[in-house]
């Protein structure tokens, strides 16, 4: 069961999701077996505290992220650079959207990484949506997940 | 008359969407240029001019504020607009930015209006 913190997150996703692909998610209970051909993008950011936010998602889903984005059809032959590309945007704007709407006040400035993209296992998907700050949704009928984690303060 | 815009931003995503939405916005753009970084495009600023930039803060090898700040220093690139289209978080920073020479920002994730409409208005000053 995700943890409350998990709630701007869940909104800054959507927000992103609806505003720069109309892909609709919602917030899901389930806990789906692993997707297919699975990836991880993760971006981290420093400030007073640091952090990062992993999303899991399937190939799947980042061709539809990629041909929304660009005005093409669900089912256009892409590049997996290109729905790559189209998962570390989303996850770089997810970020800093979460971070400008927190209400947190910070000392210093929010430095954010380059997202960087890698394969996940199933059974590195099975842990991931097991931990606490992990929500799991359904975004047009894929499976994907996201997690927020917060270090402390920076170093 | 038909300008020339400069598309920075290290997602591809980003700057097709960008270019799509100035293609179907009818505005005066008859060129779309893009850079991956802010290296590529000072790259580009110095074999052609171009009328307006809009540029990502958070891209490798160089950031959208030291490439704004090397643009001001060409004597040739001073007066060219350039508005900032990113997700950085920090508002605090957006009067910052005014006084490196940006005249706009679009935040990230954007609408077709909001690109439109900053392209239209500095546009219409680069033709006054």
Redesign the interface.
């Known amino acids: 069961m995700p943890d409350a913190t998990t709630a701007p997150l869940v909104e800054s996703l959507t927000?992103?999701l609806e505003?720069?692909t109309f892909i609709m998610a919602n917030a899901s209970q389930e806990r789906p077996l692993p997707p297919p051909a699975l990836r991880e993008v993760s971006i981290r950011f420093r400030s007073d505290t640091a952090g990062w936010i992993e999303l899991a998602a399937p190939e799947a889903f980042a061709r539809l992220l990629?041909a929304n984005?660009?005005?093409l059809a669900p089912d256009a032959d892409l590049e997996p650079a290109?729905c790559e590309?189209?998962l570390?945007?989303l996850l770089?704007?997810t970020?800093?959207?979460?971070?400008?709407a927190d209400g947190v006040s910070r000392n210093e400035?929010?430095h954010?990484s380059?997202p960087q993209v890698r394969s996940m296992q199933p059974e590195e998907w099975t842990l991931f949506i097991e931990d606490a700050r992990t929500q799991v949704m359904d975004a047009e009928g894929y499976w994907i997940a996201i997690r927020f984690v917060e270090e402390g303060p920076s170093a | 008359m038909p300008c020339t815009v400069l598309i920075v931003d290290d997602s591809s995503t980003t700057r097709m969407m960008i270019r799509r939405t100035i293609q179907v916005a009818g505005l005066p753009v008859d060129r779309c240029l893009e850079a991956s970084d802010g290296q590529n495009a000072l790259d580009l600023l110095a074999a052609e001019p171009v009328d307006l930039v809009l540029a990502d803060l958070n891209m490798p090898r160089m950031s959208g504020v030291e490439m704004t700040r090397r643009i001001r220093s060409a004597p040739a690139n001073r007066q060219v607009p350039i508005v900032i289209v990113s997700a950085d978080p920090n508002l605090s920073f957006l009067h910052l930015l005014e006084k490196e020479g940006i005249q706009g920002y679009v935040r990230k994730p954007f609408t077709p209006e909001g690109i439109r409409n900053a392209v239209a208005r500095l546009l219409e000053t680069v033709h006054a």
């Open positions: 927000q992103s505003t720069m990629a984005a660009l005005g290109v590309d189209a570390r945007e770089n704007v970020c800093g959207t979460l971070l400008q400035p929010i954010m380059i």
